[in-house]
């Protein structure tokens, strides 16, 4: 064998054990390399006598190619291998099942306050936000309660002085309203109220929305058809309502109304405490003094009020009996109320 086929030979044997592409690369350097034993060949060439000297250089030249050749074979045999090994190690299970990102949902108080509003808004109302702090007489005596009116304790009140404090219920919506706009008038006022009362069913911040219809000739069958209207919505189509007399200084009448109970239908259970109604809100005839004091005509225009407490209709909706589990945010309790 001349010095060109062991070369060679030696070569493809040595290509043969090489199992990754770092030692396949020093075995090219030490072959075909600046200073690889094949270029060396070339080095030799000075002492190769002149005739031959062609003929030599073709063949280092042939030998340096063949031998490239079967590296850059070797070359992507390795790379495919490696690549093979790296998928391997990398695979993902994709029959694993995905992490579902938790989505949130409205607190029942929000969700009950959209269901109202939706009911009312479907009937024509219009949404006024007053502010929550706000003065004795938008209160009071804008309401027909005068100071020292006994009405007041009703409403036990945060003050921040002799004259301003937190609303005690939205009905100075009305008030603000009727001053800003003409007849015919209908309007929600959803909000925070506040009152110094604490316990399972009252809480010193809650909501509450306050509804004001003003036109000629409003009467009490135009209140109990809307009411009746209202409650069919908000619970079933069955629910029916129930006025009982009752006192408030801004509506004459008033009336205190019931519905039929939505856990038993009317038959008795301990929702109802055994007597078929639930009582949900305070409404009536809006007092002629309110509207007058608001600057409408009590002789061309009448006006039916009424006042319900988001919490509460949230609590019979929902059997939820201590108003405070509405505040805590326990998240185990929020999550029921999602109705995806
Ligand atoms: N403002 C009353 C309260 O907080 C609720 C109320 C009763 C509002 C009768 C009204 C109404 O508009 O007509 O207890």
Redesign the pocket.
Known sequence: MDIFEQLREKAKEEIKTVSSSKELNDLKVKYVGKSGEITALLRGMKDIPAEERSSFGKKVNDLKDEVSTIFDEKENVLKENELNEKYKREAIDITLPGKCPEVGNLHPLNLVKNQIIDAFMGMGFNIFEGPEIDTDYYCFQALNIPKDHPARDM?DTFYFTDNILLR??T?PG?VRTMENNKPPIKILSPGRVYRADDDASHSPMFH?I?GLVIDKNVSLCDLKGLLDEFVRIMFDRETKTRFRPSY?P??EP?VEVDVTCCKCHGKGCNLCKGTGWIEIL???IVNKNVLEMSGIDSNVYSGL???LGIERIAMIKYGISDIRTLFENNVKFLKQFNRR
């Open positions: 409403q005690p219920h009905s009305q509450q306050e408030f801004f509506t008033s305070g409404a009536g009020a009424f006042g």
